[in-house]
């Protein structure tokens, strides 16, 4: 008798086919969170915006929670690194880059009319759930500390005066960046 043999290229391929669920589900929770607020996001629309089934959205997320707190892990975090901290460990000089990082910041009214992700869903959520609050402060703190870190490379190589506190300035930069675009978002700047 004859056994049967597996087909290893079609294990791979639904693999890659559960990979690419997976990830158009959170594509498109992060769209409609962004969108509607997470409270507010319809699973029925995230599950039209990413094609799949409500037992493919199960299969990945055990809630709707759980679906939340992994697009802050896996799309937001990543976003504010590739946003600010990866520019910021680029070796310049630390306050060319931070003004560089600034200077990106857009307030044209197509970009900032849904306002920012991160701090949209820090003012939601983290009052209701700790789950967000803890996920949502480890962002901003790694946030905090990437523009803490070249600011003390900054004192070490003489470009950043040493009377700078160098976490104090790095939140007064997060908070002003963010109030800068609430503020947009609110005044529906055109320009």
Sequence with gaps: MLAARKNPTRRVTKLRDSERTRERLLQAASREIYRSGFQSASLDTILAMAG???GALYYHFKSKEELGYTVVEEVIAPNVRGKWVRPLQSGKDPIDALIGAVQCISVRFEDVRGGCQLNNLAQEMS?????????????????????????????IHGSVRRDVEPADAAGLLIAMVEGYGSLAKMLRIRK
């Design 127 to 155: 009052p209701l759930d700790t789950g967000f609050r803890k996920r949502l402060a480890m962002v901003f703190a790694a946030w905090r500390e990437a523009v803490a870190s070249v600011l003390r490379e900054g004192q």
């Design 52 to 54: 799949v089934t409500k």
